[in-house]
């Protein structure tokens, strides 16, 4: 067994099998898992906003789904990832609180997903498989050995997808 | 254009909050004793400026299961209030207003229905020493409740504060009856509303 690793909100890491990634506790920010199936180069970003371009300070890159996907598709790279066998997973982006949408960021779960899935296909990735949305926080482990990305919630049982 | 930044906040800020925040968790201590009907005590109401990831550990872990109630709030002032409560601490608060035990996991649809009156109260009181202080209107809207991860509950307001920079403001409290209760309030007005806190109270930027 590897080491898991932690990523932190706003925040993206990298790492190779047999280690894996985690981040604890997304609520309505987005966990994106991507892998180079062949190598088992993984890395996962939690992103919390969908738009760097529309905030103006937005220097933190993995903060955006945006600038955040072009970040780990880079790093992943750098690490011996093979640009065109990247694939994707994604999970979170609740709406925590049932009237959420009544502040000016409507909606900010369901954005964040959008958000993720337009870069995603932007940039040629397949999305193999997602949890996303309702209304309840998520903790995620990605396995880059496997592609398992595990999802786990408060009063529910574990999930892979 | 917004003179403040949240990452270079002056100390005299800090005092204001922290003032603030102490006037209000007095009046929600005593706003908590008459609802319970006992002797609650208060500690000095900690005001912290905080990094995310910083935020879960504070409270225990980002898997830490926390009650987390959360208001929006219009008028002079726009924005939103959360108040969070420690799981055990909710159930210890729950049962004694309602006086009955805690038994099983979770709460009941009246246990749920206190605790957003409990989360009402608490933050109503701050929010009145707030609009009291200032001379400002504050309209809060009706509360609504999430018990889930830390992590999952404060994504909310992180990402609320996640648009005005990299660090969320928290105020930490703790009140006793017969066990401690941490709660944790986290103010979130725009930017605007920042200002108008400060200059309301005589504070040139």
């Known amino acids: 067994m590897g080491e898991i690793i932690k990523v932190g909100m706003a925040d993206l890491k990298i790492c190779k099998s047999p280690d894996a990634l985690t981040t604890l506790g997304l609520g309505s920010c987005v966990g994106i898992a991507v892998r180079d199936p062949v190598t088992k180069v993984g890395g996962l970003a939690h992103i919390m906003l969908p738009d760097s371009t529309r905030i103006r300070n937005n220097s933190n890159v993995p903060k955006f789904a945006d600038t955040g996907i072009v970040e780990l598709v880079n790093q992943l790279v750098a690490n011996g990832a093979s640009r065109a066998r990247l694939v994707a997973k994604i999970a979170g982006g609740a709406q925590m609180f049932a009237f959420q949408n009544k502040t000016d960021l409507v909606r900010v779960g369901e954005n964040n997903v959008f958000a993720s899935k337009e870069k995603l296909k932007e940039l040629k990735i397949p999305i193999l498989a997602e949890d996303t949305g309702l209304n309840y926080g998520r903790t995620v482990i990605f396995y880059p050995e496997t592609g398992d990305f595990v999802i786990k919630a408060v009063g529910k049982a574990e999930t892979v997808i | ?205």
């Open chain 2, 1 to 205: 254009m917004s003179k403040l930044n949240l990452n270079e906040m002056s100390q005299t800020y800090y005092d204001v909050l922290k003032e603030i925040g102490n006037i209000g968790a007095g009046n929600a201590t005593t706003a908590l004793a008459q609802m319970l009907q006992c002797k609650v005590d208060m500690k000095v109401p900690q005001v912290k400026l905080l990094d995310f990831k910083e935020v879960g550990e504070l409270m225990g872990g980002e898997e830490q299961i926390m009650a987390g109630i959360y208001l929006v709030v219009e008028g002079d002032i726009n924005g939103s209030i959360m108040f969070l409560l420690e799981y055990q601490s909710a159930r210890h608060l729950v049962s004694k207003l309602m006086g009955t035990s805690c038994e099983g996991e979770d709460f009941s649809e009246m246990g749920m229905s206190a605790l957003k009156e409990i989360g009402n109260i608490i933050t109503g009181a701050y929010l009145n020493s707030l609009s009291t202080l200032t001379n400002l209107k504050i309209y809060p809207s009706v509360p609504d409740l999430s018990i889930d991860m830390a992590g999952a509950i404060l994504s909310v307001p992180a990402i609320e504060f996640g648009a005005l920079g990299d660090k969320i403001l928290l105020i930490q409290t703790q009140f006793t009856d017969e066990m401690d209760l941490d709660g944790y309030f986290i103010m979130i007005p725009d930017m605007e509303s920042y200002e108008l806190i400060l200059t309301s109270l005589g504070i040139t930027l």
